[in-house]
């Protein structure tokens, strides 16, 4: 069983995870690896690697399906959200060619890409969330009313977040973020919850994860928390997402004045903390390959270790100039 991950970048432990899993059910499969650079580090851990064009690109599916051909791909997994819409657009040509791309709907996809789409979600499906001003609401703002959150509405990996305390900093973040939304700030803690979905759309585990630091938008210390009632909160807004499928990572926040969870995003693929739910237990390669094998997986809720920290630090991969140039 051969898979290929699209944007590889940095997601090594990940696809060493695919790898293991690949052993342990005892399935004969390569990892490949796809990336628009040369200096992706995921590209020299895999077996093979491609470089390909850009995902905004005419020729970038094309592309993806020459290497998914040649090389017998019979699952594709995407790592970064710029392609996701794309891939859901596509699957039924990946599809043709016996390729299965482990990827939502384009509508859910859409939910989840622009944050803005999210908060009507969220609002439509009385989930709490963090409240987005419009611009009538913003030229009432009083200085009680900060401080505020200023970020792009499709944004990723925290660029372009920034907290506004009065009305100087809010116009001047505004200004200066392409794609801006204005939002209430939320106080508390901060979690990413990894949901698996399986391929008959259901919910069959969820690990909170809660972020003790981050690094460029990145969790660089967590700790697994078996919270019930945030578990039984994600279920409830994972499940209203249609055709959610494979990993979905979902941020909330423990708030601090009333202890109510809150959603401020859902991703639909994995997250760069994944690994932390991996080594507690909750094998999500595992149950993407035995879905695609045998038609089931042993997912469940209850096979993860709670209170596991992930305290991450640099490692370095060298290579040959050659291979980069």
């Not at 859910?108 to 987005?132: G, L, M, P, Q, R």
């Not at 209430?184 to 979690?191: F, Q």
Request: glycine residues 6%.
């Amino acid at each position: 069983m051969n898979i290929l991950f699209t944007s590889a970048g940095r997601r090594v432990s990940l696809l060493r995870s695919f790898r293991s899993a690949l052993k342990e059910l005892n399935v004969e499969g390569e990892i490949f690896s796809a990336d628009a650079g040369t200096t992706a580090p995921a590209s020299f851990v895999s077996d093979k690697n491609f470089k390909v064009p850009r995902a905004d690109a005419n020729d970038y599916i094309p592309s993806l399906i020459k290497i998914c051909k040649e090389n017998d791909v019979q699952l594709l997994i995407s790592l970064i959200d710029t392609d996701l819409g794309l891939l859901s657009e596509n699957k039924e040509l990946f599809a043709s060619i016996g390729t299965k791309v482990l990827v939502c709907d384009k509508a859910t996809n859409d939910i989840c890409f622009n944050k803005s789409h999210s908060y009507t979600f969220f609002k439509n499906n009385d989930i709490e969330t963090a409240e987005i001003l419009n611009d009538s609401q913003i030229s009432m703002l009083e200085q009680q009313d900060f401080p505020l959150l200023v970020k792009p509405w499709d944004g990723s990996c925290s660029v372009g977040v920034n907290i506004a305390r009065d009305k100087e900093q809010l116009h001047f973040y505004k200004k200066h973020t392409k794609n801006a939304i204005v939002q209430r700030l939320i106080v508390g803690e901060e979690y990413t919850c990894d949901a698996y979905v399986d391929f008959e759309g259901k919910v069959r585990c969820v690990v909170p994860r809660k972020r003790l630091e981050t690094r460029a938008g990145e969790v660089s210390k967590g700790l697994t928390v078996r919270d019930p009632e945030m578990i039984n909160a994600v279920i409830n807004c994972v499940s209203k997402l249609h055709h959610a499928i494979g990993c979905m990572t979902v941020q909330c926040f423990k708030q601090k004045s009333n202890g109510k969870i809150a959603f401020i995003e859902i991703n639909p693929r994995f997250g760069g903390g994944h690994p932390l739910s991996i080594h507690a237990g909750a094998n999500f390669p595992k149950w993407i390959i035995q879905e695609m094998l045998y038609g089931s997986c042993d997912a469940n809720f209850d096979d993860w270790t709670d209170d596991l920290a992930m305290l991450r630090f640099d490692d370095e991969i060298i290579v040959p100039g050659e291979k980069i140039r």
